[in-house]
RNA sequence: GGCCCUAUCGUCUAACGGUUAGGACGUAAGCUUUUCAAGCUUAAAAUCGGGGUUCGAUUCCCCGUAGGGUCACCA
């Protein structure tokens, strides 16, 4: 056979929306099948309908491709190809597989009186799907369909076959709507004696009520997670598993990883729903490879951001950063996490010495009176530590036996209200920690200060 | 409606004729814990229905049923 050729795959999508998350999975299987066999994989920029066309939504579609840095190597506009496509409408003319045909327009002045019709063979087709194995029409029910509005206008089915073949794009991997256009497809490129590319079609992804996934159902955008502050890299390995599985029971994978292990002969026949919680899963195992540097600089990208969304002039620095990260990194799936909690202020402690609530710093049945001397001790407890000895283990050893004898709730809930004002935080050891020494004397002197007025 | 595709826990999926039908997300419980998370352990949870074929069907075939796609001078 033709095994030896080099593989070519392509994603063709029409600049008519943005590139939603459907459309990114097909450009991904694309993208990692020309890369496993070394092959090429072309961006095609499907835009002969210049009236739904534009160049807005062609650069969105581009800008979600890199964002994924699903690199392709070459990309072509049609638009730019007319040419191209003129010639193998004049040989199909010449070679009575197409005709002008005289149209009613049924008053419809977008439409032409004359279009160029494809001359139906009225055959069976036949095609082996690397998915679905053979799928069988009778293009007798087709009828004579148009493939170009007239010499110069070509329509999709014939810029589809004749660019694959001048690319010489040996797969086409595409979603499976486009089941039903294959046979068409297939006729024209018999009638010019193209070669057939394989062939396999991708279920779709769908939303919770299993229908069609569309905007109704909230983010579909690429660009969409983007900005919820998904990682790149969970996106994709998500889109990955959705409808393809590694034949093991890994789950996370790097892009260098999908690449070695994808195979198409793995891929589901059925459609899957789209589950934002797996994603969000898969988002934090992957937060996990970031560097600490990294992960510093975007949740102080995403603070100072979500404080200008806000109109506050506010800023943290990086070292602020640093305590953010320090104490939350555990707890951020998404980056968007953040923006809910700076939004209900729960994060302004790290900032700001907190307000201090005098009836909920004291646990549960305690008394301001024991709660004062439990403050007091920790207080000369952590006195005696330096600045560098301010570590979570020594501030924990330091106050732990105390804790233990009186109650630790009794103890360690005021200790960690004092420094977060907080029903809910982090434990008290690594506050302090983060916090550092004068911060956390201070905090605790206040919380004694309010308590004893 | 015609044509085509599909069908395993709620969801994503494994099992390519023989398994106590496995894993993950989510859910619940327990452990841990000052709180909230995290972590660990455990549990509940599925082969759409009916016929075949076979010693034996999740798996192969047929018929139903259900869901989806498509029927443009869009792609």
Not at 88 to 105: C, F, M, P, R, V
Not at 343 to 365: H, Q, R, Y
Not at 415 to 431: E, H, M, W
Request: net charge negative; proline share 3%; aromatic share 10%.
């Amino acid at each position: 056979m033709e095994n030896n050729k080099q593989v070519v795959t392509r994603f063709a999508p029409s600049p008519t929306g943005s590139l939603h998350i459907g459309g990114s999975r097909t450009a991904l299987f694309n993208y990692l099948y020309a890369r496993k066999h070394n092959g090429r994989f072309i961006l095609r920029i499907e835009d002969t309908d210049k009236a739904r066309s534009s160049t807005a939504f062609e650069s969105e579609i581009i800008k979600a491709m890199e964002w994924l840095s699903l690199k392709y190597d070459e990309m072509y506009r049609q638009s730019e190809r007319e040419e191209i496509y003129k010639k193998y409408i004049e040989i199909l003319l010449k070679n009575d597989n197409a005709y002008i045909s005289k149209e009613d327009t049924g008053g419809d002045e977008n439409k032409r009186s004359e279009v160029i019709r494809f001359k139906n063979p009225n055959e069976k087709v036949t095609f082996d799907d690397l998915i679905r194995g053979e799928v069988t029409f009778d293009t007798s029910d087709l009828g004579d369909f148009i493939i170009a509005r007239s010499i110069d206008e070509p329509l999709y089915h014939l810029t589809v076959v004749v660019d694959d073949k001048e690319m010489g794009v040996t797969h086409v991997i595409r979603a499976e709507e486009h089941i039903s256009n294959t046979p068409r497809q297939l006729l024209i490129i018999r009638a010019l004696g193209f070669e057939e590319p394989k062939y396999a079609h991708i279920p779709l992804i769908l939303a919770p009520d299993k229908s069609k996934l569309s905007k109704r159902h909230g983010a579909v955008s690429t660009l969409d997670y983007r900005d919820k502050g998904y990682l790149p890299d969970a996106v994709i390995n998500y889109l990955a598993l959705l409808g393809w599985n590694p034949g093991t029971e890994q789950e996370i994978f790097s892009k260098q990883e999908l690449i070695e292990f994808f195979s198409i002969s793995q891929v589901q026949k059925g459609g899957a729903i789209f589950s934002e919680e797996k994603l969000s899963w898969i988002n934090k195992a992957h937060l996990k490879n970031l560097s600490k540097i990294e992960l510093r600089d975007q949740i102080q990208k995403r603070i100072n951001a979500n404080y200008k969304a806000l109109g506050k002039t506010t800023e943290i620095d990086e070292s602020q950063a640093e305590m953010v990260r320090d104490l939350f990194s555990e707890r951020i799936s998404v980056f968007c996490d953040i923006d809910e909690w700076q939004k209900n202020g729960e994060l302004d402690f790290i900032f700001n010495d907190p307000n201090i609530s005098k009836e909920e710093i004291v646990w549960k049945d305690s008394t301001i009176e024991s709660t004062i001397l439990h403050l007091n001790f920790i207080e000369e407890k952590l006195n005696n530590l330096s600045e560098s000895e301010f570590k979570y283990e020594r501030i924990k050893s330091a106050i732990w036996e105390y804790a233990d004898e009186k109650g630790r709730g009794e103890v360690l809930w005021p200790f960690r209200f004092a420094l977060s004002g907080q029903k809910k935080s982090p434990d008290p050891f690594s506050l302090a920690e983060v916090f550092g020494r004068d911060t956390t004397l201070k905090r605790v002197k206040n919380a004694v200060i309010l308590l004893t007025k």
